[in-house]
T-cell receptor, first 113, second 117 residues
Framework: EADIYQTPRYLVIGTGKKITLECSQT?????MYWYQQDPGMELHLIHY???????EKGDLSSESTVSRIRTEHFPLTLESARPSHTSQYLC????????????FGPGTRLTVL | AQKVTQAQTEISVVEKEDVTLDCVYE???????LFWYKQPPSGELVFLIR??????QNEISGRYSWNFQKSTSSFNFTITASQVVDSAVYFC??????????????FGKGTHLIIQP
């Protein structure tokens, strides 16, 4: 069973606030990802990481930033939230040398008022 | 570049009907992996199946079955005797490189399946 966690599950916040979405995995996976998804719509990759101190931007441009100081932790930060950031954010991880299967966290539903 | 097409945006059937979700993919590699994920209303993505390009055997798991045909670049998913709990968005995905390429999986846009009681 996949062990990947995201907090908070739901977040409602005002415009201009700084927020950090947490993602942790206990599987020792080197690769981690962040996806942005509007409800029921396609997934857009916004950030990924190959390992500690590695961060890359994905296909969809995002104003968020990420860091990877520890293997198990891949937080996403928005310095100044805006209503256009309202979405679901899904974190995932996978191992090198495997099939590419990604294990997903439960997601964070962010609403910016 | 790889691409996954799920042409059916939404399917609505009555409970107990069989339903097939289509997935067509494009890749230049001979080695690749295909996946199906389920996303219920709660939002998490649930892994259903993984197939590698060298294994064209169809697979059955309970009411679920998958038909992989390399000749048509398709990896279709059938639910037999559908149930209301099957209502979800289903995503087909492709990985060209073992372990995932630079950007991991390529997802289709998803098919929203509605099972009416």
């Amino acid at each position: 069973e996949a062990d990947i966690y995201q907090t908070p599950r739901y977040l409602v916040i005002g415009t201009g606030k700084k927020i950090t979405l947490e993602c942790s995995q206990t599987m020792g996976h080197d690769k981690m990802y962040w996806y942005q998804q509007d409800p029921g719509m396609e997934l857009h990759l916004i950030h990924y990481s190959y390992g500690v101190n590695s961060t890359e931007k994905g296909d969809l441009s995002s104003e968020s930033t990420v860091s990877r100081i520890r293997t198990e932790h891949f937080p996403l930060t928005l310095e100044s939230a805006r209503p256009s950031h309202t979405s679901q954010y899904l974190c995932a991880s996978s191992e090198f040398g495997g099939s590419g299967e990604q294990f997903f966290g439960p997601g964070t539903r962010l609403t910016v008022l | 570049a790889q691409k996954v097409t799920q042409a059916q945006t939404e399917i609505s059937v009555v409970e107990k009907e069989d339903v097939t979700l289509d997935c067509v993919y494009e890749t230049r590699d001979t080695t690749y992996y295909l996946f199906w994920y389920k996303q219920p209303p709660s939002g998490e993505l649930v892994f259903l199946i993984r197939r590698n390009s060298f294994d064209e055997q169809n697979e059955i798991s309970g009411r679920y079955s998958w038909n992989f045909q390399k000749s048509t670049s398709s990896f279709n998913f059938t639910i037999t005797a559908s149930q209301v709990v099957d209502s979800a968005v289903y995503f087909c995905a492709l990985s060209e490189v073992p372990g995932g390429g630079a950007d991991g999986l390529t997802f289709g846009k998803g098919t929203h399946l509605i099972i009416q009681p």
